[in-house]
């Protein structure tokens, strides 16, 4: 269970601020094989509107449903791979920050671990976007770097990541500042902390910087991992499984 609550300030399309919670659920069916569930049941908006007063609105987000399994398992440098495919269920109507919602998503999920220490995420995303009868592709990317921070005064409990994210923005015409644009795209700058409570909780805050004039200018994030300590099932062939860092 991923729980967290967002702030978000300064993000186009009008959404001057916006305050939610969200929550995903991960079920793993096999070593290979996970189900998610996707949701964000509560956002405090404040959207500005040309010539009139600020409207401030409580919504729900999307729920979305998805399955991702490992195709290539490797250790050390070589990257694990892993393939997804997510689509919406159900359509919020709580207001979008920079990157937008999607109606599905396809994406390429890539990891390893390098020299020193160093883990590294990558993803590929083929997202389906919608406004109205019109759809259009988005295509993102990102890049993350973890690493344990201060190994043996925190019992390898403390980890760090950051992390550079891109994405197009088909529908967006305008900057965070309400200047017409042609082309958009997001460019973010994510700084993430974790701590390990216990082996199955983890809590984690993150700070966001939008490097376009179409990125949401700041995020900040707060929120917690929790893994049931036990089986929904019983494992009938019980495999060890090794203990290390804790990475984001």
Not at 73 to 79: D, F, N, Q, T
Not at 173 to 193: E, H, Q
Not at 227 to 234: G, T
């Amino acid at each position: 269970f991923e729980q967290g609550f967002n702030y978000a300030g300064r993000s186009p399309a009008g959404t001057a601020s916006q305050s939610a919670l969200s929550q995903t659920t991960k079920l793993a069916l096999t070593t290979r094989l996970m189900i998610h569930f996707v949701t964000e049941p509560y956002a405090y908006s404040n959207v500005t509107t040309t010539g009139a007063p600020n409207v401030h609105s409580n919504d729900p987000g999307d729920l979305i449903v998805g399955i991702h399994g490992i195709v290539h398992k490797a250790v050390g440098a070589p990257p694990t791979v892993a393939v997804a495919y997510f689509r919406r269920v159900r359509t919020g109507t709580s207001a979008n920050l920079d990157s937008g919602d999607y109606s599905q998503s396809a994406f390429v999920l890539l990891g390893g671990d390098l020299r020193a220490g160093f883990h590294y995420d990558s993803n590929i995303l083929f997202n389906e976007q919608n406004n109205g009868p019109v759809r259009r592709a988005q295509f993102g990317q990102t890049l993350a770097l973890s690493h344990v921070l201060f190994p043996v005064a925190t019992k390898q409990r403390l980890g760090g990541t950051i992390e550079l994210s891109h994405f197009t923005q088909p529908f967006t015409t305008d900057t965070a500042a309400g200047s017409p644009i042609k082309r958009a795209n997001t460019l973010d700058l994510l700084f993430v902390a974790t701590y390990a409570v216990c082996p199955n909780l983890i809590l984690d805050a993150s700070l966001s910087h939008g490097l376009t004039s179409t990125s949401t200018q700041w995020q900040a994030d707060f929120g917690f991992t929790y893994l049931l300590p036990h089986r929904l099932w019983p494992d009938k062939h019980p495999t060890p499984i090794p203990v290390g860092a804790v990475h984001y």
